[in-house]
């Protein structure tokens, strides 16, 4: 099969696409035919070795990175942490699951999904596609999605509370805004210039661009503060925030989430209620990973971008 591997840390150029084995599922697991991925920001931050915590920070979590991740190179030469596809086969003990049913899926810091197949456990973070979604659409709820989804119930929002999302506009955010209106909140989105209409499709109630005023100066304090992207100094949040209310943020709570199967599904549900979409910000095929793992480096992104893996018919 066709996987991009990283066989060393740098720019986009080091992922190359090169012939793989084939896995073959174990009793307890499922082979799955993958359809779409996406170029994460976890993905292009393992390339990088970035920790994303600072300069100074950084200066000391990289060889910890490289103990952990490895040290010329990831050892999970093949990244990629969402999917979406087709079950192709399964383990001799799996119940749960036929050949031929859809699935989406989170292979977490295991990675493996920049391939055409991969294998998971039959109870790892994988349930049935949303039926009124693409497989493109299915494949960033498996992480963007159920991250936003346990930061923001760690806040047990109430109805009428005031939340602000700060980074609206990127793959977390994009989510975060529809749960948080789910639960019933009263949503400001701050974002650029060019994605507020985005966010106000989304369901934000009030939009602040960045670009041209600073969240703090409103005079608004907020029950919740969810930083999508994790670049909110700590004065400014302190002042923004309610005596009572919860600060998060998507960099600090992200190594201690704990993604349950459970949680995907709750999500199934609210996008066949249609009360989840999927933003996509542009769509390249496999061979073109380079490509988009550039455009996700420039920092700009909206919402996601999605790796379609093509499979080509040999002829008989």
């Not at 292009?44 to 100074?56: A, D, H, N, S």
């Not at 699951?97 to 859809?102: C, I, S, Y």
């Not at 400001?188 to 209409?197: D, G, I, K, M, Q």
């Not at 061979?287 to 080509?312: F, L, M, P, Q, S």
């Amino acid at each position: 099969m066709k996987a991009v591997v990283c066989a060393k840390y740098g720019p986009p150029e080091v992922l190359q696409i090169v012939e793989v084995e084939k896995p073959f599922p174990k009793p307890n697991e499922v082979l799955i035919k993958i359809l779409a991925t996406t170029a994460h920001i976890g993905d292009t931050k393992i390339r990088r070795l970035e920790p994303g915590m600072g300069p100074v920070k950084d200066f000391f979590f990289k060889p910890i990175m490289r103990i952990i991740v490895g040290f010329t190179g990831p050892r999970k030469k093949i990244l990629g942490m969402e999917l979406s596809g087709e079950i192709e086969a399964t383990g001799k003990d799996v119940t749960l699951f036929k050949v031929g049913d859809p699935v989406f899926a989170s292979t977490e810091f295991r990675f493996g999904t920049y391939a055409q197949y991969c294998c998971i456990a039959e109870d790892g973070i994988l349930a049935i596609k949303p039926a009124n979604m693409t497989h493109e659409e299915a494949a960033p709820i498996s992480n963007g999605g159920i991250t936003a989804l346990i930061h923001l119930r760690k806040a047990n929002i109430k109805k009428g509370q005031k939340v602000l999302i700060y980074g609206a506009s990127g793959s977390v955010g994009t989510y975060a805004i529809q749960i948080a209106k789910y639960y019933g909140a009263e949503v400001t989105a701050v974002c650029s210039t060019s994605n507020l209409e985005l966010v106000k499709s989304l369901g934000a109630d009030k939009v602040i661009d960045y670009t041209q005023q600073d969240f703090t100066q409103s005079g608004e304090t907020y029950d919740v503060i969810y930083d999508a992207v994790g670049k909110i100094e700590r004065s400014k949040r302190k002042k923004a925030l309610l005596p009572t209310g919860i600060y998060l943020n998507v960099l600090a709570a992200s190594g201690n989430i704990i993604l349950k199967v459970e949680d995907l599904y709750t999500l199934k549900e609210l996008c066949e209620a249609g009360k989840l979409r999927t933003v996509i910000d542009k769509r390249y095929p496999m061979e073109e990973i380079v490509e988009a793992h550039r455009y996700v480096d420039k920092g700009h992104k909206k919402g996601n971008v999605v790796i379609t893996v093509g499979h080509d018919v040999k002829p008989k």
